[in-house]
């Protein structure tokens, strides 16, 4: 449905937010890693549902990243059992720190399907190193394409790190859906940058914009 110019109204309990779909079709030069590097890549054979959950609820909250945590448990299992998904982590003084997830299963092509490091490793180029081990076991397949989308909930440099990454914008969407904060997914404090709108309005504590 194309969606009329100007403001469309977003119902009170729901998120909107604009998404961005990206894709590299060739493998592109990496970018260097930074020099005192001394994170570990680990591949996870068979993740369990809750170590997942669990590193996904704690680098994904202030982003809002609810999709794996609504999705049926025999769906979640299905994906993270799946030859065609791979499933690592970024290891850093012992502790799980960065989820990559690879989706293989549509022939020639890779998404990206989730991607993100904790706040522990976050201005310390962590992001970086790990999208660069994304780039070499995306590629170490016989794919023609490479993708990725973010959205305007993620960090505020997601976008412009694909982009310099090696990813090109191809698409744009519109994206509404329970703000996970009203169902109980998240905590109310989560991801202060966006403000929650329930049924009663703004929530406390938001502060207006200055005219």
Known sequence: MMLPDGYSDVPAGKLASVVTCLEMLARPPLRPDPADAAWR????????????????????????????????????????????VEVYTLAAEGRDEGLLELDFREAGQCELAFYGVSGAVQGRGAGRWLMNRAIEHAWSRPIGRFW??????????ALAFYLRSG????????????????????????AKHVPIVDARGASPGTVPLAD
């Not at 959950?53 to 990243?65: P, S």
């Not at 990725?148 to 440099?157: A, G, K, N, Q, R």
């Open 41 to 84: 890549l680990r591949r996870v054979e068979h993740p369990e549902p809750a170590w997942y959950r669990d590193l996904f609820r704690r680098i994904g909250l202030d982003w809002l990243w609810y999709s794996r945590l609504v999705m049926p448990l025999a769906d979640l299992e299905a994906i993270l059992g799946s030859a065609d």
């Open 148 to 157: 990725v989308h973010t959205c305007t909930l993620d960090h505020p440099d």
């Open 167 to 190: 990813f090109r914008a191809y698409a744009r969407r519109i994206e509404v859906a329970d703000d996970p904060r009203l169902t109980g997914l998240a905590p109310r404090s989560a």
